[in-house]
């Protein structure tokens, strides 16, 4: 898949690749203030710190670089309000692509996400060798949920997830949408 945009700008609202060293205390501040909305469904907010913040970005550098996932801030109206993610699943044989976001919880409930995403899908089908795009959520996140339904995804499989958060069943809820084709239907 060829590099997406550093930055993609929707109006209000801007995706842009977060910047290792200049991000890390708003987005710190952004986590901490969200802690109680995200974590019954994120796992990695139970070991928030400033010292993971900055592996987390550190990482996103490295991964971006390395053309594996690309991690972008959410700003609306300049400031960091959650973040999102287009990446290859590292047990992915074939040409999917998943995508991923969360928000603060001040910004929830005004197509943000939904905006988001759509920009990420848009990104994704860019690129010639992906398929299909996939969102993976536990079934009991109707917010996260509402948002493939939004953009015309279909519901696709489920099954066991990996790493439960504390709001979790325990199952992942797929997500899939087809790359359209040259006549508009889905292939």
């Not at 999102?84 to 005004?110: K, M």
Request: net charge negative.
């Amino acid at each position: 898949m060829d590099l997406p945009p550093q930055v993609i700008e929707l109006g209000d609202l801007t995706l842009r690749r977060f910047d290792r060293e200049a991000d890390l205390p708003e987005l710190f501040q952004v986590i901490a203030e969200s802690l109680d909305h995200l974590r019954p469904w994120m796992p990695w907010v139970a070991d928030h710190s400033l010292t993971r913040t900055a592996d987390f970005l550190a990482r996103r550098q490295e991964a971006w670089e390395g053309g594996r996932e690309f991690t972008y801030a959410i700003a609306l109206d300049s400031a960091i309000v959650g973040a999102c993610q287009l990446f290859r699943r590292e047990d992915s044989p074939d040409n999917g692509r998943e995508i991923g976001y969360w928000l603060h919880p001040a910004v929830t409930g005004r197509g943000v996400a939904t905006r988001a995403a759509r920009a990420l899908v848009d990104q994704a089908f860019q690129s010639p060798d992906v398929d299909y795009v996939e969102v993976v959520h536990d079934p009991a996140n109707l917010a996260s949920g509402a948002v493939p339904a939004r953009l015309g995804f279909t519901e696709f499989s489920d099954g066991p997830t990996g790493r439960p958060a504390p709001g979790d069943t325990g199952k992942a809820q797929v997500w899939r949408l087809a790359r359209p084709r040259a006549d508009g239907t889905a292939s």
